[in-house]
C-alpha cells in the first residue's frame, strides 16, 4: 500500500498537467442558540474527491482538523477551539473507523465515511446569547508517508477553506 500512495502522490505532486486536487469549501451552515448553548454545523464539500481515497485507505489514519473562533462586536475573541477528527482504514475488515469531537463510529463504505469526516457539529457554552461573529476553518494534518511527512494541503491545492458569518441571537432578530 506504501507504494501506491507513493506512486499517487508523486504523480499528483510532480505532473501537475494530470494533478486534479480538491477545491474543499463549505456549505449547508446552520446554527441556533439553545439557552446558553451554541450550536454549529457545517459541511465541507469537495474536500476528499480527488487523490485521497488511496491515502484513506493506506490503514495509516488521517486527522483533519477544524478550527473555530467567536469573536463579539468588538473584536474580542470569546471562544477558540481546534477540533481534530480522524479516519482509520482497517484493511482486514474493511471498513473505516472515524472519531469526531462528539462520537466514534464505524462505515463500511468510502462515501458514507468521507460524509462523516466531512460533517462538522459542535455545542458551545455561552455566558448568554448574543451577537457573535464566527470563523471556521478546516485543513488535513501533515502524514508520515515511506518516513517522510507529507503536507496533505497540497492535495487541496495549498488552500484552507474559511467561513465567516455573522450569528444573531432570536432576539435581535427582526
Not at 98 to 110: D, E, F, I, N
Request: net charge positive; aromatic share 14%.
Amino acid at each position: 500500500m506504501d507504494n501506491l500512495l507513493k506512486a499517487i502522490l508523486g504523480f499528483s505532486l510532480l505532473l501537475f498537467s494530470t494533478y486534479k486536487g480538491n477545491d474543499p469549501k463549505f456549505d449547508n451552515f446552520s446554527y441556533s442558540y439553545n439557552a446558553n448553548d451554541l450550536v454549529i454545523s457545517i459541511n465541507l464539500k469537495d474536500a476528499f474527491i480527488n487523490d485521497f481515497k488511496p491515502i484513506i485507505k493506506s490503514t495509516k489514519p488521517l486527522f483533519l482538523n477544524y478550527s473555530v473562533k467567536l469573536t463579539d462586536e468588538s473584536g474580542k475573541i470569546i471562544f477558540s477551539k481546534t477540533y481534530t477528527y480522524s479516519i482509520l482504514f482497517d484493511a482486514i475488515l474493511q471498513s473505516f473507523t472515524l472519531a469526531t469531537s462528539s462520537q466514534s463510529v464505524s462505515k463500511q463504505r468510502y462515501r458514507d465515511a468521507v460524509d462523516v469526516l466531512s460533517s462538522f457539529k459542535t455545542n458551545i457554552v455561552i455566558s448568554e446569547p448574543q451577537l457573535l461573529y464566527a470563523e471556521i476553518s478546516a485543513y488535513p494534518q501533515k502524514m508520515r508517508i515511506n518516513g517522510k511527512m507529507v503536507d496533505l494541503k497540497l492535495l487541496w491545492k495549498n488552500k484552507i477553506p474559511h467561513f465567516k458569518t455573522r450569528l444573531i441571537p432570536r432576539i435581535y432578530e427582526y
